[in-house]
């Protein structure tokens, strides 16, 4: 069972920055694509950003030229930095292992607030 903890997320004034860290329990990054979701109050949960067992990244057209997701294999640990950041950024994000090539999670963390004001 792979467990995910994030951290890094907080409320921040629209224009504004934060990244987001996920540290894995175990190293997943050679097995399993990566990726951050997000759910807004009301909404169902959207995919933003993966990255896969290769290296290759897609993110959701919403964050495009603004979100950046990495990782540090030595460090067991997924980022995701936000710039430019708009009040429809507001949503509690998730660190999850993915099903390659789809937002669907295999595990999931307990995720962290991001507020934009």
């Known amino acids: 069972h792979v467990q995910l903890v994030e951290s890094g997320g907080g409320s921040v004034q629209a224009g504004g920055s934060l990244r987001l860290s996920c540290r894995v329990s175990r190293d997943t990054f050679s097995t399993y694509c990566m990726g951050w979701l997000r759910q807004a109050p009301g909404k169902e949960r959207e995919g933003v950003a993966a990255?896969?067992?290769?290296?290759?990244?897609i993110y959701d057209d919403s964050v495009k030229g603004r979100f950046t997701i990495s990782k540090d294999n030595a460090k067991n640990t997924l980022y995701l930095q936000m710039n430019s950041l708009k009040p429809e950024d507001t949503a509690m994000y998730y660190c999850?292992?993915?099903?390659?090539?789809?937002?669907?999670?295999?595990?999931r963390g307990q995720g962290t607030q991001v507020t934009v004001s």
């Open positions: 990255i896969d067992t290769d290296g290759a990244i």
């Open positions: 999850a292992s993915l099903y390659c090539g789809t937002w669907s999670s295999r595990y």
